[in-house]
């Protein structure tokens, strides 16, 4: 099942809103096939694993991280390949939660297969955090936080300065991140003093490039900013306020960007979500963070940690959050622990979102 989860890691950036999974075949202890879902359309993990495998499917285990599918949609459903190919056993991480799709595992019993599901779901359901929120609640996007701090906790120096608080292997990673989101987030002063490009400039190409949107409730955006001279290129989003001046507007309009006017945060995650983005990566500052943590608005933080020292004036991640007692204050769940370089990232999940099993 690791290596299932592994191989669904290479669609990454490819297959969203359709989940990513990876699929094993064994025969006894032996790897006789391997797939992936790799294309949004495209066949399924099982198909493909189940094709590498061949005439070795006979009598086989099949591994897959996802509840096998049942229905036609742009592809045969998997249940039926599987039962062609002869496989004896199906051990599934997690059941499937979308309404179309599921209950391959009941189809397959009736089938005569051994089913099982189960195993390593934490992982399973971490790694499709966004497709099974999505299916779950509709309201808004599945909203990551990605921060870069010192060891003190701090996201820029006493000066304001933050563009270089981790190191190489981090900033290529953050690259390889985007790709995996539907949309990207920084707030209006974010947006002015760093002047971001937001794009995704690494090895993954996503299928659609992520939108890019900034948190700018007076609209103050203008074309001598990178997000907005390239609007046309790449799409870009504001959400102002509704008392935004209309002038502001009317430049960011000029300029290719579309301007919605939410009332507040919520809102504005919820117009996101009626216009397709089913995932959000906010990438800063620190108010927009603050304030999305605050209204209990983070399903995950992805967290880099660069190995400095930034003292007591420098710049904390996240100003304002209310405090907690200790005994109340709500405990996220490690999702992924490991190494950028000299760097340490923690990906944490407010909740785990596993579907019945
Ligand atoms: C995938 N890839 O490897 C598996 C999926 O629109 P379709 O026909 O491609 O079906 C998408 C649904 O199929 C998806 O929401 C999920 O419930 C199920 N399984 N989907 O895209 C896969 N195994
Ligand atoms: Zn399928």
Redesign the pocket.
């Known amino acids: 099942m690791r290596r299932a989860l592994d191989l669904a890691l290479q669609g990454w950036g490819r297959?969203a809103p359709?989940?990513l999974?990876g699929a094993v075949v064994l025969a006894g202890k032996r790897t006789v096939g391997e797939g992936?879902?790799a294309e949004?359309?495209g066949p399924?993990?099982?198909v493909g694993a189940l094709a590498a495998a061949g005439a070795a499917a006979r009598g086989s285990t099949l591994v897959?991280t996802?509840e096998?599918?049942t229905?036609h949609?742009?592809?045969p459903p998997?249940t039926e390949a599987i039962l062609a190919a002869g496989v004896r056993r199906v051990v599934a991480a997690i059941r499937?939660s979308?309404p179309?799709?599921?209950g391959g595992l009941d189809v397959l019993q009736r089938g005569d297969v051994a089913v099982e599901s189960g195993l390593l779901a934490t992982e399973a359901a971490a790694l499709n955090a966004p497709?099974l929120f999505s299916r779950r609640q509709a309201d808004r996007p599945f909203v990551a936080l990605k921060l870069a701090t010192s060891i003190d906790g701090r996201i820029a120096d006493a000066g304001g300065r933050s563009q270089w608080v981790s190191g190489e292997a981090a900033r290529q990673w953050v690259h390889w991140l985007r790709a995996g989101f539907d949309a990207i987030a920084v707030g209006g002063t974010t947006a002015l003093t760093d002047n971001p490009q937001l794009t995704v400039r690494g090895s993954v190409t996503p299928r659609r490039p992520p939108v890019r949107v900034v948190f700018d409730r007076r609209a103050m955006l203008n074309h001598g900013v990178s997000l907005v001279a390239t609007a046309r290129e790449v799409p870009t989003w504001v959400m102002a306020s509704p008392e935004a001046p209309a002038a502001n507007v009317a430049i960011l309009e000029a300029n290719g960007v579309r301007v919605f006017r939410p009332t507040g945060l919520a809102e504005g995650l919820a117009l996101l979500r009626a216009n397709g983005i089913e995932s959000l990566l906010c990438e800063g500052g620190g108010a927009l963070g603050a304030k999305l943590l605050a209204l209990g608005l983070v399903d995950r933080l992805y967290w880099v940690q660069a190995p400095v020292w930034l003292g007591g004036n420098a710049v904390p991640a996240f100003p304002g959050v209310p405090d907690s007692p200790i005994g109340e204050a709500p405990r996220w769940i490690p999702v992924e622990r490991r190494t950028l370089g000299p760097d340490t990232l923690l990906v944490l999940d407010r909740q785990l979102c596993l579907p019945g099993s």
């Open positions: 297959v359709n989940p999974v992936w879902h949004f359309g399924h993990a099982e897959v996802l096998p599918c229905h949609g742009k592809t998997c499937d979308d179309q799709a599921q497709f």
